[in-house]
């Protein structure tokens, strides 16, 4: 039966038993029965609604403290303790999606800004407050355009047209390369996603720059051989002096792109991440007798070359990768010592590492050139590296052979003081002579 039909049936009830007293005594008596039980039910519809108002007025609306009553109140509190407690459960199922959706983005490695229809800050996550330098307790409620004033992102947020990224360097942070986008979502909110490309758009520089260097190092010997190649095709009896001066210089353009080709040939192999280092038992004396000799060699005898071995420890290593670094080191202090000067080249162990070190007397380096001097093509002097005839490879050669025998380059050097290349191998890496011998 519905609660409706019971509460008529009640009345009908009242009503009955009022006019049996009626019948039995007088109307005076029925009447009084009659308003007593109304009063008493209109004092106790009083009380249940005072307590039911109580109840709203606390903080927390929660199911255990919702009063008992009888009769029809106490259907209607036991129907309101069940929409109490499933509106709980729905909010605690929301609260934990919302959190699970907040720790999803907070780990994501791109930033999230929510934004309402006039561009407020809503929410964000870590990395979006990273990149944008938003303190979300503070900024909560501002406009985006108060954190972000670069007027290239108010053009963005003004034309509407979120087709395509825009691509921000952002001025709180000078090396810092973000990549915004903005994506419409829901009833006039937007998503404001930023990521992180610095280290692409580094990439892209250096390839920028690489092929800017590459083609003006291969444009000038180049020009050097087609010019004498006309010069040639036009005389119709080329001098014997002519000829023999225009080869030599011909051949040695050639020889200068050649050795350009090979360096590049063997950065892109020590770049290559599946060619991995083929570790075998390096004699270092043995080899740097041999370097010694080339270094003589290549000097001429217009230095004063010195090699001081005080250990015969031995590496774990590539002998081709090693020998690779080690004369360019020496080559390239030959190259920029002057006439009469000295290059020393050292073997030692020291603090339990491997040292080999070259140090020269020669033109020196501005301090402020160091940082950069391993970079490919990174000159101090153009000029006399091309007249001596270096690639501009050899130290980013160097570098990338000791990254992959995890060796560390340490260069100290002053200008007109000479410079001191050191090579410092973790112990991991040294062989004790006596102990491979047996």
């Not at 020669?362 to 270096?390: A, M, N, W």
């Not at 973790?426 to 006596?434: D, F, W």
Request: hydrophobic share 40%; proline share 3%.
């Amino acid at each position: 039966m519905s609660g409706f039909w019971q509460r008529f049936s009640k009345i009908i009830q009242l009503t009955f038993i009022t006019l049996v007293l009626w019948a039995i005594f007088d109307v005076v008596a029925a009447l009084m029965f009659y308003s007593m039980v109304l009063l008493f039910l209109i004092i106790r519809h009083i009380r249940h609604r005072a307590a039911l108002d109580r109840w709203l007025q606390t903080s927390e609306l929660d199911a255990s403290t919702i009063p008992h009553g009888s009769g029809t109140w106490g259907d209607l509190f036991a129907s309101l303790a069940r929409f109490v407690r499933s509106h709980s459960q729905s909010q605690q199922r929301l609260s934990l999606a919302l959190q699970r959706m907040q720790n999803a983005t907070s780990a994501m490695p791109e930033g999230i800004v929510i934004l309402d229809e006039v561009n407020r800050i809503e929410w964000c996550n870590p990395m979006a407050a990273q990149h944008l330098g938003i303190v979300l307790a503070v900024d909560t409620g501002q406009q985006i355009t108060y954190l972000v004033r670069e007027l290239q992102f108010v053009d963005y947020l003004s034309t509407r047209d979120y087709s395509n990224p825009l691509v921000l360097k952002q001025s709180r942070h000078n090396k810092l390369i973000l990549s915004l986008q903005l994506v419409p979502y829901g009833v006039k909110q937007k998503l404001l996603i930023s990521r992180d490309i610095t280290r692409f758009e580094n990439i892209e520089t250096m390839r920028r720059d690489f092929i800017a260097n590459i083609s003006h190092e291969l444009r000038t010997p180049l020009t050097v051989i087609v010019g004498f190649l006309e010069i040639l095709s036009d005389e119709k009896k080329p001098k014997a002096e002519m000829y023999k001066q225009a080869l030599a210089l011909m051949s040695e353009q050639a020889m200068r792109m050649q050795r350009l080709i090979e360096d590049l040939l063997i950065l892109s192999r020590l770049e290559s991440a599946q060619h991995l280092v083929s570790d075998k038992c390096v004699d270092v004396v043995q080899m740097l007798n041999a370097i010694y000799h080339e270094a003589k060699s290549l000097s001429g005898g217009r230095h004063q070359i010195k090699l001081n071995l005080t250990s015969d420890a031995q590496l774990s290593g590539s002998q081709d990768e090693l020998r690779s670094a080690f004369s360019n080191l020496v080559s390239n202090a030959i190259r920029y010592t002057p006439d009469g000067g000295e290059v020393t080249i050292n073997w030692a162990i020291q603090n339990g590492q491997g040292l080999f070190s070259v140090q020269d007397s020669g033109i020196g380096i501005d301090p402020k050139h160091i940082p950069r001097l391993t970079e490919r093509f990174y000159r101090v002097d153009s000029s006399r590296s091309r007249e001596t005839g270096g690639t501009g490879l050899g130290l980013a050669i160097v570098k990338h052979v000791l990254n992959r025998h995890q060796a560390q380059l340490q260069i100290e050097s002053k200008a007109g003081k000479g410079s001191r290349f050191e090579v410092w191998f973790p112990g991991k890496r040294l062989i004790n002579k006596s102990s491979s011998a047996l």
